[in-house]
T-cell receptor
């Protein structure tokens, strides 16, 4: 079974500071990994995804994530936080085998707060 | 294009009442999903469908039923609502093909069961 763990349910940064949101996964097959963002009272929208190939993935709004197989990690970063980045972020793994083919398993979510 | 829409946006039920949530999509996607979102638990899959006329159980299916009579619609039913079903419900769709294809989410339905 696949699983996702997001370290830290709340992260607080100052505007202009580095954003680092941590995600570790467990998968018995090569994973497909996603980061979604949820702004208040809205649905989830895709930030970026890793399928195959380049391990550094760039997404929207200046975010990027690096797939590290040896560490089973897919941490999300942004060099300089903006007030508009305040939201909840979800890491997810796409199931690539068995009866769960194609389904997403989500982490618990990390709420990002950005202070002026 | 509206994408993925959900009806209603908010609802308050009393214990034992029934209701149906509607998810509609104009993206011509084969796969549709119903999730519930609870604080600190991420999103958990309730039921899903891989095409018109098909449904399957997800991670937390008890107390819910679904139907997909038309490709563009996926209905989630609560036959006898319980306070434990107070949650935010999200519908999502995905194009066919591999699990590398992203899911597209609706805006959610906030349900309170008293």
């Amino acid at each position: 079974a696949q699983s996702v763990t997001q370290l830290g349910s709340h992260v607080s940064v100052s505007e202009g500071a580095l954003v680092l949101l941590r995600c570790n996964y467990s998968s018995s097959v090569p994973p497909y990994l996603f980061w979604y963002v949820q702004y208040p009272n809205q649905g989830l929208q895709l930030l970026l995804k890793y399928t195959t190939g380049a391990t550094l993935v760039k997404g929207i709004n200046g975010f990027e994530a690096e797939f590290k197989k040896s560490e089973t990690s897919f941490h999300l970063t942004k060099p300089s936080a903006h007030m508009s980045d305040a939201a909840e972020y979800f890491c997810a793994v796409g199931n690539a085998g068995g009866t769960s083919y194609g389904k997403l398993t989500f982490g618990q979510g990390t709420i990002l707060t950005v202070h002026p | 294009n509206a994408g993925v829409t959900q009806t209603p946006k908010f609802r308050v039920l009393k214990t034992g009442q029934s209701m149906t949530l509607l998810c509609a999509q104009d993206m011509n996607h084969e796969y549709m999903y119903w999730y519930r979102q609870d604080p600190g638990m991420g999103l958990r899959l309730i039921h899903y469908s891989v095409g018109e006329g098909t449904t399957a159980k997800g991670e937390v299916p008890d107390g819910y039923n679904v139907s997909r009579l038309k490709k563009q619609n996926f209905l989630l039913g609560l036959e006898s609502a319980a306070p434990s079903q107070t949650s935010v419900y999200f519908c999502a769709t995905r194009q066919g093909g591999g699990p590398y294809n992203e899911q597209f989410f609706g805006p959610g339905t906030r349900l309170t069961v008293l």
